[in-house]
């Protein structure tokens, strides 16, 4: 596609449900990056894929939270027993390849509100 | 650990010029990037900066000091269009890390 394609766009969900967010990168891109960041705030790196692999999920803030990547492609990110400050927007990014020379292409975001 | 630092936010008219400081205290990274995100908007690449030195490009520049663990992103002829927030980013294993972020208010 033309650019990177997150959905949902928005999603409020109860506390202890689980939430699954979607992002499509650009077609070609190897690099898949995903980002947190709250209000006001700057961004949070959680993990990324080289292909299918997630050779770093350093950024992971507890084991509620897993990512997978399909086909050198779209790749999901769980959210498992929501939790209030589990609230932000979440952030997809790809590239051409790893590092930051090319500049990373963002989505939207998804807007995750945990009640 | 990894730390940059930027002004929290800056404010300047219509056709000045300004500057946004990125100190950081962390090393052997690849490169430092720049980032604007418009309220509600994603992220959008400026520059990168591989080497030490001054890149332009167009009414933006961008310098790098890794003696003086320090960089800025320079903003001439500012216009309306270029209130946001702007994030520095360090290349480190193969991932950005984003510093603070500095919200610029430009005001006719």
């Known amino acids: 596609g033309a650019g990177v394609s997150q959905s949902p766009s928005n999603k409020v969900t109860e506390k202890g449900k689980d939430v699954e967010l979607r992002c499509d990168p650009i077609s070609g891109h190897t690099a898949l990056y995903w980002y947190r960041q709250s209000l006001g705030q700057g961004l949070e790196f959680l993990i990324y894929f080289q292909g299918n692999s997630a050779p770093d999920k350093s950024g992971l803030p507890s084991d509620r939270f897993s990512a997978e990547r399909t086909g050198g492609s779209v790749s999901t990110l769980t959210i498992q027993r929501t939790q209030q400050e589990d609230s932000a927007v979440y952030l997809c990014?790809?590239?051409?390849?790893?590092?930051?020379?090319?500049?990373?292409?963002f989505g939207s975001g998804t807007r995750l509100t945990v009640v | 650990g990894q730390s940059l630092e930027q002004p929290s936010e800056v404010t300047a008219v219509e056709g000045a010029i300004v500057q946004i400081n990125c100190t950081y205290q962390t090393s052997g990274f690849y490169g430092l990037s720049w980032y604007q995100q418009h309220d509600g908007g994603a992220p959008t690449f400026l520059s990168y900066n591989a080497l030490d030195g001054l890149e332009e490009t167009g009414r933006f520049s961008s310098f790098l000091s890794r003696s003086d663990s320090y960089g800025y992103l320079l903003l001439q002829e500012l216009q309306m269009k270029d209130s946001a927030s702007y994030f520095c980013?360090?290349?480190?294993?193969?991932?950005?890390?984003f510093g603070t972020g500095t919200r610029l208010q430009v005001f006719p």
């Open positions: 980013a360090v290349e480190r294993a193969d991932k950005l890390i």
């Open positions: 990014a790809s590239s051409v390849r790893t590092g930051g020379a090319d500049g990373y292409t």
